[in-house]
């Protein structure tokens, strides 16, 4: 697992953190108003950027402007000495943004801003392609952190947390939840700044190298903490499409050459489809992301199961290839021919019961039905009419649970139902929908139940995820781990 990103003198310490709100404190023009709220200000490249904004107001920096401020930063890191290479090349960068803040609580916000910085990983992916371990070794001394051992991880410029990251995660923890999306044009900028030192560089002097870590790092922790703000945003005020645009920043195309090689693509456990990865870390909202803990968790939680993307005709399981749906039959060809799933804890050789519909109750209820959960003879599944009361499961087909509920369907195995329903019961809810019990095939019963799906999803008390991988999960001990296991099988299952 990668380090976290832990304070100390190489990286970033409390003080640093206090310093550099400090410097950046908005004092109000009238001194004795008791007003503490916002504003809170930033400006890219001296540019102001409100806390709500369009994309498209701002003129993205044109890879001209790009280019004249890399070669300002070529000047100067190579006119200064490796030993304050660092210092030097900081206090430039540092007047891309510039921060009026205007904290409620100075000693909570830094703590919260040095919570966030120590969620990062240490260091970043290495442009591994780009620079070989024999090019790094001739950098002079002064460029590592550790002499003794002059490799990626040790460079000053890529364990240094610079001034920018710092004002971002300050920022973050300022204007809690009050997420716009701010940081996109910031991470553009930056974007441009990378682009211009991985195209123009074609004569390697040392300092090109320390310069483009320089930025690839700081680039990469501009992103984290803008996906995480991003995320923490939706985790407390809910879901809105609207601010996906935001997530959407841009990958130029240097960039986009460095994520698709070296350690930036890094192998995935047999078991995980490396289609469904493809799929995840090829989002428009996702390029970029470091997802080195995340795999390495998954091999943790389900590494050592077999592969299960193609199972050969002589019993061979294989991974895809990731190159195309085509290439897996967890998205294309597979036949399940069963639909009469039992119950996780049911060994299916008992006395289960299959249930089928009480045709009566289920047209007797007008709008969505979802399937009562009240105490009755579980003969028969009975309905009301589904509400904010009712649990919704999300199942995969292929898993088998998907008989219908008609007399003369698969209907459901009661050991399922009973499931459902003792869950549905420790949330406090009175009925269940699930697409098996609750759309029959009745052409027009069947296309009212469609129609009326996402509602029930949205109104619902809570969504049951139901999945295989999931339910490997040992969940009676929770911690962080055990969250981030659940998360990174949730996000490549089924
Ligand atoms: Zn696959
Ligand atoms: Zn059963």
Redesign the pocket.
């Known amino acids: 697992m990668p380090n976290h990103l832990q304070p100390s003198e190489i990286t970033y310490t409390r003080d640093r953190v206090a310093q550099i709100l400090n410097e950046a404190r908005y004092i109000p023009p009238n001194p004795n108003s008791n007003d503490t709220s916002l504003p809170i200000e930033l400006y890219v490249e001296h540019s102001k950027i409100n806390t709500r904004f369009q994309l498209g107001d701002i003129k993205k920096v044109q890879l001209e402007a790009a280019s004249k401020r890399y070669r300002e930063y070529c000047d100067i890191i190579s006119k200064a000495t490796p030993a304050n290479h660092l210092e030097q090349l900081d206090t430039a960068y540092s007047k891309l943004l510039e921060c009026h803040f205007q904290p409620r609580d100075i000693d909570a916000t830094i703590d919260g801003a040095c919570h966030k910085l120590a969620r990062l990983p240490e260091v970043p992916p290495s442009l591994g392609n780009r620079w070989t371990q024999e090019s790094i070794s001739k950098l002079d001394d002064e460029y590592f952190v550790n002499q003794a051992h002059k490799t990626w991880d040790n460079l000053k410029v890529v364990r240094y947390v610079d001034k920018n990251i710092i004002r971002i995660a300050l920022r973050i923890e300022i204007a809690d939840a009050q997420w716009s999306g701010i940081f996109a044009f910031y991470i553009n900028t930056i974007s441009s700044l990378l682009s211009a030192a991985l195209e123009l560089s074609s004569v390697r002097r040392p300092y090109v190298l320390v310069l483009q870590a320089f930025l690839w790092t700081s680039w990469q922790r501009a992103l984290m903490l803008h996906f995480s703000d991003g995320l923490n945003h939706q985790i407390k005020l809910g879901y809105d499409h609207e601010q996906n645009e935001f997530l959407a920043v841009d990958i130029v195309p240097a960039i986009q050459r460095e994520l698709r090689v070296g350690s930036n693509r890094p192998d995935v456990p047999g078991y995980m489809c490396k289609w469904a990865f493809k799929l995840l870390n090829s989002d428009r909202a996702a390029v970029g992301l470091d997802f080195r803990a995340f795999i390495e968790r998954y091999e943790e939680t389900l590494g050592i199961l077999p592969p299960r993307c193609i199972v050969s005709t002589g019993g061979d399981r294989l991974q895809c290839e990731g190159t195309s749906p085509e290439s897996c039959t967890r998205f294309k060809g597979m036949k399940i021919e069963d639909q009469s799933a ?2 996780s804890s ?1 060994s ?1 050789s ?1 006395g ?1 019961k299959r249930l089928f519909w009480n045709e009566q109750s289920y047209r007797g209820q007008t709008g969505a039905r979802a399937v009562t959960i009240e105490d009755g003879d579980h003969e028969q599944l009975d309905y009301r009419t589904a509400s904010s009361s009712t649990m919704t499961v999300s199942h995969v087909w292929s898993h088998g649970q998907g008989g219908r509920p008609e007399n003369h369907g698969t209907g459901m ?1 009661s ?1 399922l139902h009973e499931r459902y329903i003792e869950i549905a019961r420790q949330f406090g809810c009175d009925s269940y929908w699930m697409d098996t019990p609750c759309i029959p095939q009745d052409h027009q019963l069947r296309r009212e139940a469609i129609q009326h799906m996402n509602s029930v999803f949205a109104t619902s008390k809570l969504t049951l995820v139901c999945d295989r991988d999931l339910m490997l999960i040992d969940v009676s001990n929770p911690s962080t781990e055990l969250y981030e296991s659940l998360l990174s099988v949730l996000l490549v299952c089924d």
């Open positions: 039992h119950s049911c299916g008992g289960c195995n050991c």
